[in-house]
């Protein structure tokens, strides 16, 4: 079965840290720019960090730049997520998404729901 899978969220106080997994499962992600993406309660779904096919460059949104960090894992075909200093307006669910224009300097982490794969999401809560 084709898909994606992320783990790694859960419950944290302000300020700590949370480390999320994208593993792909009947394709290889090395193949793929990777997005992560989040959507907070009564809010739209919005772009975090990407890494691309291309070059393996990456990209943040000004929110969260300095504090999270994207990274591969081919042999494990696994794709990280580094969440450090994690603030209340972090709390969302984080899904991640594959496609080959993912990252790409014109797409970025634009939303696209026609991108080739999407995970089911993983909570992230930041409280005290």
């Known amino acids: 079965q084709l898909q994606l899978v992320e783990s790694g969220g859960g419950l944290v106080q302000p300020g700590g840290s949370l480390r999320l997994s994208c593993t792909a499962s009947?394709?290889?992600?090395?193949?793929?720019?990777i997005g992560w993406f989040r959507q907070a309660p009564g809010k739209e779904r919005e772009g975090v960090s990407c890494?691309?096919?291309?070059?393996?460059?990456?990209y943040y949104v000004d929110s969260v730049k300095g504090r999270f960090t994207i990274s591969r894992d081919n042999a494990k075909n696994t794709v990280y997520l580094q969440m450090n200093s994690l603030k209340h307006e972090d709390t969302a669910v984080y899904y991640c998404?594959?496609?080959?224009?993912?990252?790409?300097?014109?797409?970025?982490?634009?939303?696209?729901?026609?991108?080739?794969?999407w995970g089911q999401g993983t909570q992230v809560t930041v409280s005290s």
């Open positions: 998404a594959a496609d080959s224009l993912i990252c790409d300097t014109a797409v970025r982490v634009a939303v696209d729901d026609t991108y080739d794969y």
């Open positions: 009947g394709f290889n992600l090395e193949y793929y720019g």
């Open positions: 890494i691309s096919v291309s070059d393996g460059s990456t």
